[in-house]
């Protein structure tokens, strides 16, 4: 088994597997961006692309780890198949598509699943049009204009939630660690000024709404 799933055919779905694997070690030793326990708040549109694929119902983390697993495990088994079937494996330019491809609904399925049982899932909801005029931390890459990056922001109940921010102004780069301040939402996105910006109020100020 070993061999056929290290063999070149089966190289994308070995990579992803391994990758899924490396996520959930660094997790589980607390050394990775973690927040699997938090609950993640999610407002997309009935035809949103991104509420169908589940983005949003969990951490971003837990969404690749959960992608990663489904396309390893469901083209492993493509590649099983065709060998059964036809003698050989496809090939992975052919294999990988059509994994990932059957991936997606899966995804939505299973980030629902997870959202329903993981810890946290029964606090308040809230809209996110509630979380403008917050303060949110950058957890994962750096925020630009057209490029959001992953924060963390919490409601009036405390509970975190995962968005995606970028800054108002172009050029501007807001890394991991840095604080903005929510002022504006476009669909899934939320505009945000960063700390030391002349327009946001120190941190030691309350917000006047």
Same mark, same amino acid.
């Given at each position: %088994?070993? $061999?056929?799933?290290? !063999? ?8 992803? +597997? ?11 030793? =607390?050394? =990775?961006?973690? !927040?699997?326990? +938090? $609950?993640?708040?999610? $407002?997309? $549109?009935?035809?949103? @692309?991104? /509420? ?11 969404? @690749?780890?959960? +992608?990663? !697993? ?6 492993? /088994? ?8 036809? /003698? ?5 330019? +052919? ?16 980030? #629902?699943? @997870?959202? &329903? ?13 509630? @979380? ?12 630009? &204009? =057209?490029?959001?990056?992953?924060? &963390? ?10 968005? %995606? ?19 504006? &939402? ?5 505009? =945000? ?7 946001? *109020?120190?941190?030691?100020? *309350?917000? #006047?709404?």
């Amino acid at each position: %088994m070993f $061999d056929f799933l290290v !063999a070149p055919e089966n190289l994308p779905f070995a990579i992803a +597997l391994a990758l899924m694997l490396m996520i959930g070690a660094v997790e589980a030793l =607390g050394l =990775g961006a973690s !927040a699997a326990h +938090l $609950d993640v708040h999610a $407002d997309a $549109d009935g035809g949103d @692309l991104l /509420g169908w694929l589940g983005v949003g119902e969990v951490p971003l983390l837990v969404t @690749l780890v959960v +992608l990663l !697993a489904l396309f390893g495990l469901i083209g492993v /088994g493509l590649q099983q198949f065709a060998a059964a079937l036809i /003698g050989a494996p496809l090939s992975p330019w +052919l294999a990988a598509p059509v994994a990932f491809v059957a991936a997606l609904p899966l995804l939505g399925l299973a980030s #629902r699943a @997870l959202a &329903r049982i993981m810890p946290g899932d029964e606090t308040t909801a809230v809209s996110l049009d509630s @979380l403008v005029g917050k303060r949110a931390q950058i957890t994962v890459g750096s925020a630009r &204009r =057209g490029s959001p990056a992953q924060a &963390r922001v919490r409601d009036v109940h405390g509970q975190s939630h995962y968005v %995606m921010v970028e800054p108002v102004t172009d050029g501007q780069s807001v890394g991991a660690g840095e604080t903005v301040l929510l002022v504006a &939402r476009e669909g899934q996105v939320f505009i =945000g000024l960063a700390e030391g910006d002349a327009l946001v *109020p120190r941190l030691d100020e *309350p917000i #006047r709404s």
